[in-house]
């Protein structure tokens, strides 16, 4: 800039032009400005700038629990499994896919493969306790506030293949075997607790009552009865009823 203040100011001495000294004046007024827009901001100039149009925010505090917001999106799945249905020596398994704010669908799924050890009647007749049989129960449900946060109306379907009987400390089950299957459907009342600081566990309560049509095979619970009847009957009442720990995967 320097260089080119004695440029002009030489052209103007070699080439004659007559300024006043106000013209003066005002031609270095004019280099002057140009000098300060081409030189290099300092550091604490460019910090300024900065800080004019991106002002320093302090950082939210996150919280320390895993919380489901309303407006993120409801896709979260989640697996269980039903304690009562597992203290009958079923293993089971539920997954829980939330597929809007509201709703969500579970499958559930058991099966036991259990017979028991051979036992003597009174009439020296030989029992076969089993409990053997395989379920599938699908699941609608509506969440009040939103899934997995607290109570829900379901609306689930059953079906079942059987074949148990012999078993002693149950009276219908002590003399007879059953071989069939069923199917049906109800309406079901459940909540949701969340249980651990990250929220990733909880407790889930559920009782249902609806609709069962039965198809089976009488027999006696000896290993030496024929066919007695086969029986098609339908039943309404209790049709769910499950204590479940469950896990959020994702």
Known sequence: MNSLRTFLVGTILLTGISVSHAQSARVFAVMDSIAKADSVPTHEERYSRRMRYFPKTEPQAQPDTLILRPDSVRHHTEIRTNLLYLATATPNLSVDFGFARHWSLSLTAGYNPWKYPKRHRDDDKTVNPKT??????????????????????????????????????????????????????????????WLGRKHRTGLDLSLGAGYLRLHYDKYRACNCSGLLETVDENYFGPTKAAISFTYLIK
Not at 179 to 187: E, K
């Open 132 to 193: 053997l049989h395989w379920l599938v129960m699908p699941e609608l449900k509506l969440w009040f506030r939103e899934h997995l946060e607290g109570g829900y109306l379901g609306l689930h379907g059953i079906y079942a293949q059987y074949n148990v009987g012999g078993l002693s400390f149950i009276p219908a089950l002590n003399n007879n075997r059953y071989d069939g299957y069923l199917y049906g459907g109800g309406l079901s009342f459940g909540w949701h607790w």
